[in-house]
């Protein structure tokens, strides 16, 4: 049987990726870190690890019935945070705008994941978009740097993970519109 590590999040758009990433850049001078790759830049909403095909066409489901007349959703890029808060990982955007409804979305998607028998095992959520990976111990507030940048989710994307020495390949396996 074929697993595939599968995650469940929000696409950027390609504008708003440039900028994250060039600010990424800047801000990674600062740390021995590992970036992540401007093409990766998404909002997670859940992490399904390794699933088998067949429980793949059950998320796909799952995200389809949890989106069906959800309506899209504006979204803020807000302040720079390390995380978790103690002993950070690495640092990224807060996101915020329709919070709120953004997190609603969050629960219906785990609600139609667990009638679809799909295990979630982390039903925390904390909207955010990852930047960046320390590599060492280097744990210190990132320069502030402004980004007043407003996006509208308008798909909800169940990507595939394929990992690597490089770092993660994301392929979308299916998209799924807010409407």
Not at 12 to 39: A, G, H, M, Y
Not at 81 to 109: D, Q, S, T, Y
Not at 155 to 170: A, D, M, N
Request: positive net charge; proline residues 4%.
């Amino acid at each position: 049987m074929t697993l595939m590590r599968v995650f469940v999040a929000i696409d950027l758009p390609k504008d708003l990726k440039e900028k994250i990433f060039v600010i990424s850049q800047k801000i990674s001078r600062n740390f021995s870190c590992k970036l992540v790759e401007k093409e990766n830049l998404h909002l997670t909403l859940v992490f399904l690890g390794e699933k088998s095909e067949q429980e793949v066409e059950k998320i796909k489901k799952a995200v389809a019935d949890s989106t069906r007349s959800f309506g899209k959703i504006f979204l803020t890029i807000e302040s720079l945070e390390l995380f978790p808060l103690k002993r950070p990982r690495g640092i990224w955007f807060k996101v915020g705008g329709e919070e709120e409804k953004l997190k609603e979305l969050h629960k219906k998607i785990i609600d139609e994941l667990v009638k679809q028998k799909i295990p979630v095992e982390d039903l925390r959520f904390t909207p955010h978009i990852c930047i960046l990976r320390f590599k060492d111990g280097v744990r210190k507030q990132p320069e502030k740097i402004g980004l007043e940048e407003n996006f509208i989710a308008e798909k909800i994307t169940v990507f595939q993970s394929k990992l690597s020495p490089k770092g993660p390949t994301y392929f979308k396996l299916k998209e799924f519109g807010l409407e």
